[in-house]
Each structure stands twice: as C-alpha cells, then as structure tokens.
C-alpha cells in the first residue's frame, strides 16, 4: 500500500470530504420543488391548458358559440354544438381532445370576442388514467379557467347593476323572422 492511501484512509479523508459535500448543500437553496404542492411559476406567455372564460360582472360565459375556433384548429380537436339561432347563439356543448391539442393557440386567435371566450392558461398537468379523461367537456373548461383566475362567482355589482343587460341593450335589434323569410 502507498504511503499516500495509508494517511488518507487514517484520518477518513474520503468520508470526510463526502460529509464537507453534504453538509455544503444543506445550507443551499434547494432546485427541487415539492411538487404537487409547490409548481414552477411559468412565462407569461406559457400556453397551457384552455380554458373557456366568464364575464366576471355577471357570471355568464363569453362564448357566443360562433365556431371560429373549431374551423382555425388544425388538428380538429375542438367540437361545439351550438343552440339558439342569431345573437342567442351559445355553445351548449363544448369538448377540446387534448391527446390531440399541440398548445399552438390558434384557438384563442381566431376567438372574435373581447375579452377572448378561449384563452391559454398556466395549467400543464395533461395526464390521465384513461383516454377519457383527456377529453374534456364544457364544464371542466370553464373549471380551468375560473380556478386560474380565482373566479369565485359573480361580482355582487355586476348582477346590481345588470351590467350585462345594459350591454344588451346598447346592441342593435335582431331583424324580424319574417322580413328575413324569403318572399312566396
Ligand atoms: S391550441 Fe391549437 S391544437 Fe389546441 S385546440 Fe387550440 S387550435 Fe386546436
Ligand atoms: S370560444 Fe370564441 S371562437 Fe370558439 S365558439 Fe366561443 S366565441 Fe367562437
């Protein structure tokens, strides 16, 4: 044996310099996060999960179910079925596959209304037990986007004020079924 490896394993230095490491880092900031409890703040312009967005005076949905975003997504993994006909229209059902969503936010583009009815949010926990579980409906949409914005319900001066009816009212009147009708 060396002279050299008989000092070292005599004062431990190997186990000693393997604790200096160790104790080092006890006072360092940890990189890992406690994940699910803590999450990694993202960009600004992050996109993840959508999510379908309310008004926040009244608690009514912002989709005027006029089918934009279906046409713009390339992967076609958006579908609506609408009800009500002219400015009644809404999405009365509403799905995003998201085993088919690349996140590329055409989507969110295309939406004509303001503030935008679809919108990215910062949520990117796309897992699931079964391929069911990826498609999601219309409630858990609107989920996603009221627990990114802490949207705990109407604001109580919304629904006082009608501020909602009162931006209907400034609309101009659908025209008449019959003057619409075609001539006999
Ligand atoms: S982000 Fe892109 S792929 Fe996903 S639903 Fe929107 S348009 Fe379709
Ligand atoms: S989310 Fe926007 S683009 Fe899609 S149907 Fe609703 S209003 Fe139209």
Not at 75 to 89: L, N, S
Not at 165 to 179: C, L, S, V, Y
């Amino acid at each position: 044996m060396k002279v050299s490896t008989a000092i070292r394993r005599f004062f431990l230095y190997d186990i000693v310099r393997g604790l200096t490491i160790t104790i080092r880092h006890l006072f360092k900031k940890p990189v890992t996060l406690q994940y699910p409890d803590e999450r990694w703040e993202m960009a600004e312009r992050f996109r993840g999960f959508l999510g379908l967005t309310r008004d926040f005076q009244t608690g009514e949905e912002n989709c005027i179910g006029c089918l934009n975003c279906e046409k713009a997504c390339p992967v076609d993994c958006i579908t609506i079925v609408t009800a009500g006909k002219g400015r009644e229209m809404y999405a009365r059902e509403f799905y995003i596959d998201y085993m088919r969503c690349m996140y590329c936010g055409l989507c969110v583009e295309s939406c004509p209304t303001t503030p935008k009815s679809i919108v990215h949010t910062n949520q990117y926990e796309t897992t699931g037990y079964f391929r069911d579980d990826l498609v999601y409906e219309k409630e858990r949409l609107y989920d996603i986007w009221e627990k990114e914005s802490n949207f705990n319900g109407p604001r109580p001066w919304g629904k006082l004020f009608g501020l909602r009816n009162m931006e209907n009212e400034k609309r101009p009147a659908e025209p008449e079924a019959e003057a619409a009708a075609p001539a006999e």
